[in-house]
């Protein structure tokens, strides 16, 4: 795994795959940082990046999450200039590289990744077990950056089904289903369970750009 804000312009020349981790700045309950989603994808890229011999490019911090608009610390750009910029930096890393491909952490992103044949990309998919804050995304900060996760501080949320809580979502935001903005239940997190979810992420993305 190389990375490409390390590489020299002739270093990069040619390079066969960039991957482009792709999060958020937004919410994440009381214990986690607002960073969550672009750590996650970030570490993932790198596992690809490592099995691939694929160049991680600086990550899309600053995503769509205007469904967490209502907490503090949330900073959002929005489906339609997510888009643009994504379609105009694949656009710019293609006049060099053979393959340009978006590593996706945050599930708000992926209408602007769909709105254009343009932009390639792969899903970390973290929402197997709860949807936001919990369990999965706890057990991979306590993983990757266990200094930022305040365990003392980590409570349930709302743990229904997606659902059954999309339309009030919808309409409201994750603060009409969830006044702590958490979706699920973080209790039993642990760097192990963590560490299984990365490699699982990984080894999925793998076979998928294999």
């Known amino acids: 795994m190389?990375?490409?804000?390390?590489?020299?312009?002739?270093?990069?020349?040619?390079?066969r795959l960039v991957l482009v981790p792709v999060g958020s700045v937004e919410q994440h309950g009381p214990h986690l940082p607002l960073d969550t989603d672009t750590v996650i994808a970030v570490a993932v890229a790198q596992g690809v990046a490592a099995e691939l011999g694929a160049w991680v490019a600086p990550p899309i911090s600053y995503g769509s999450s205007g469904e967490h608009q209502s907490y503090a610390g949330t900073s959002s750009v929005g489906t339609e200039a997510l888009t643009h910029l994504a379609v105009e930096l694949t656009r710019s890393m293609r006049t060099w590289?053979?393959?340009?491909?978006?590593?996706n952490a945050h599930g708000g992103n992926v209408a602007a990744l769909t709105a254009s044949d343009e932009i390639e990309w792969v899903p970390?998919?973290?929402?197997?077990v709860d949807l936001h804050a919990g369990f999965t995304e706890t057990s991979l900060m306590l993983h990757l950056r266990?200094?930022?996760v305040r365990l003392d501080l980590a409570e349930a949320g709302n743990t229904q089904p997606l659902s059954e809580i999309l339309p009030a979502m919808m309409a409201g935001g994750v603060a009409a289903v969830s006044p702590n903005g958490v979706l699920g239940d973080p209790a039993g997190a642990s760097a192990a369970e963590g560490e299984r979810v990365l490699k699982a992420m990984v080894a999925e993305i793998v076979e998928a750009l294999s």
């Open 97 to 103: 590289a053979e393959r340009v491909v978006l590593v």
């Open 124 to 128: 970390c998919r973290t929402e197997s």
């Open 2 to 15: 190389s990375r490409v804000a390390d590489a020299t312009s002739a270093e990069i020349a040619g390079a």
């Open 146 to 148: 266990p200094g930022s």
